[in-house]
């Protein structure tokens, strides 16, 4: 029998008691024994609570105690998720390839979970967020647009889908960029088998690319300038049939005219 007066208090009650006075007192976080009970959810709730008041070093350290000393808690897969969100949101270099690696080791273990889409979705971010500018270096441009794509697939059903969409059209579009840019410089070059090249290969890859009003124009331009107006016809028509609103629209059907108040002359 109990003559102290004093309600009895559990064991797990005062782990978790310790724990919050260790913490308000910045000392080490380390007061949980491995393996007492509610250690891997309030580790993960912290870990949570970190990355949203965006405390990366406090989010990992939780997150990675967590992941190493629980490998059978149901949190665990949330808390590998946990840690690419923090190296994702860091966004550095050197982050994003450790986000990348937590997104992928999740759908590596957990492929049927039913957060891997999110881990999806999230893995293509990691080189979205790398993409470069239109006249740089386009790899992370091209990974993003094979895990957006892979995203698309996979999870046609997702909630995400909306979003990964938008994406992907961005990512296709920066592309699209790069690709036109290099067609343009051949064009001023006065290359026009080099342009008509790079801009008809962007129309084949890229059917819907938001820029096409330009490359209809410059690639009418460039076989018209080679002498080839009944080629760059239908291109200029196509830039009027397809666009209300574009730069390019008064030149178009200026040429349009041109080109059939004057045919080519058949021998």
């Given at each position: 029998?109990?003559f ?5 208090i559990?064991?797990y009650?005062?782990?978790l008691v310790a724990l919050?006075?260790?913490t308000a007192?910045g000392?080490k ?5 491995p ?5 891997d959810k309030f580790l993960?709730?912290n870990?949570?609570a ?5 405390k ?6 939780y997150?990675?105690?967590l992941?190493?000393g629980?490998?059978?808690s149901?949190?665990?897969a949330d808390?590998?998720l946990?840690m ?8 550095t270099?050197d982050?994003l390839?450790?986000?990348?690696n ?12 039913a957060?891997?889409d999110y881990?999806?979705h ?10 470069r ?7 992370e441009?091209k990974e993003a ?12 059903n997702s ?6 969409q938008?994406r992907?059209?961005e990512?296709?579009?920066?592309m699209g960029q ?7 410089t051949?064009y001023?070059?006065r290359?026009?088998?080099?342009a008509?090249a790079?801009f008809?290969e962007l129309l084949?890859?890229?059917?819907a690319?938001?820029g096409?009003?330009?490359v ?12 080839d107006?009944d ?5 200029y028509?196509?830039?009027v049939?397809e ?10 059907r200026?040429w ?12």
């Amino acid at each position: 029998m109990n003559f102290s007066g004093r309600v009895p208090i559990s064991a797990y009650t005062c782990t978790l008691v310790a724990l919050v006075l260790v913490t308000a007192c910045g000392a080490k976080r380390e007061v949980i024994p491995p393996g007492a009970a509610g250690a891997d959810k309030f580790l993960y709730e912290n870990g949570m609570a970190s990355l949203k008041d965006r405390k990366w070093m406090d989010a990992r350290d939780y997150f990675t105690k967590l992941i190493d000393g629980y490998p059978q808690s149901s949190y665990r897969a949330d808390a590998k998720l946990g840690m690419g969100d923090v190296y994702l949101a860091e966004g550095t270099a050197d982050s994003l390839v450790f986000a990348q690696n937590e997104f992928r080791e999740f759908l590596t273990y957990y492929p049927t979970s039913a957060r891997a889409d999110y881990a999806q979705h999230k893995l293509a971010m990691t080189h979205f967020r790398g993409m470069r500018g239109p006249g740089r270096d386009q790899t992370e441009t091209k990974e993003a647009i094979r895990e957006l794509e892979i995203f698309v697939q996979r999870y046609p059903n997702s909630s995400l889908a909306e979003e990964v969409q938008m994406r992907l059209r961005e990512a296709k579009d920066r592309m699209g960029q790069h690709e036109f840019g290099i067609g343009l410089t051949y064009y001023r070059s006065r290359w026009y088998p080099g342009a008509v090249a790079r801009f008809q290969e962007l129309l084949k890859s890229d059917p819907a690319y938001s820029g096409r009003d330009a490359v209809y124009f410059y690639l009418a331009e460039s076989l018209r300038k080679a002498n080839d107006k009944d080629r760059a016809l239908p291109y200029y028509e196509r830039l009027v049939a397809e666009f209300e609103t574009s730069e390019y629209l008064e030149d178009a059907r200026k040429w349009i005219s041109e080109i059939k108040a004057n045919p080519t002359k058949r021998s």
